[in-house]
């Protein structure tokens, strides 16, 4: 894993961020993650690039257990000033008409707020918007590497499950094997 910067940013320096009210987010109860004080995101932090609060982001998504989705971004002379990462359940799901049957599938939308929102500010990326509450409960310890954002496999992981179906090794084994 690469190793990266992050600066906490100048307490003095007046940010212009926008109050953000709770009382508009529709749910009968908040979930709000508890991580240790360091490894969670605050506006006003500061990243060397995008890939840097990616990592940053995710990784704390993972110990909270929910899962990220990465949302838009603006660019001024094709150079990207704002990126936004929310929570995957984030939105309502999209009802489309359509003549032929589509197959029903899980419903993954539950229209939740949270989010993090980086500006480029000079060389790095700043944290303007942090909406921490979810409305929806969290992925067990056990169950978080089966959400979408945390689903890889590794090189190594991938050449061994390669070789044990060149050996005609079931699936259901190889699984059992690399313990995911």
Not at 57 to 68: D, H, I, L, P, T
Not at 106 to 115: D, Y
């Amino acid at each position: 894993m690469e190793d990266f910067e992050v600066e906490l940013g100048d307490e003095s320096e007046e940010l212009q961020t926008q109050p953000i009210d709770l009382s508009s987010i529709n749910s009968k109860s908040l979930y709000i993650p508890t991580v240790m004080h360091g490894h969670q995101p605050f506006v006003g932090q500061e990243f060397d690039s995008l890939d840097n609060v990616h990592y940053f982001y995710n990784n704390y998504a993972r110990q909270e257990g929910f899962s990220v989705r990465i949302g838009g971004s603006h660019k001024k002379d094709n150079v990207i000033v704002r990126k936004e990462y929310m929570c995957s359940k984030e939105g309502e799901k999209i009802v489309r008409n359509s003549k032929q049957p589509k197959r029903r599938r899980g419903l993954t939308r539950e229209g939740c707020n949270a989010k993090l929102a980086v500006v480029k500010s000079g060389a790095k990326f700043r944290v303007t918007v942090f909406i921490e509450p979810h409305n929806h409960s969290f992925s067990t310890p056990g169950k978080v590497q089966l959400l979408p954002s945390h689903r890889h496999v590794s090189l190594a992981q991938r050449s061994l499950a390669q070789t044990m179906s060149d050996a005609n090794i079931p699936t259901c084994q190889q699984m059992s094997v690399l313990e995911l």
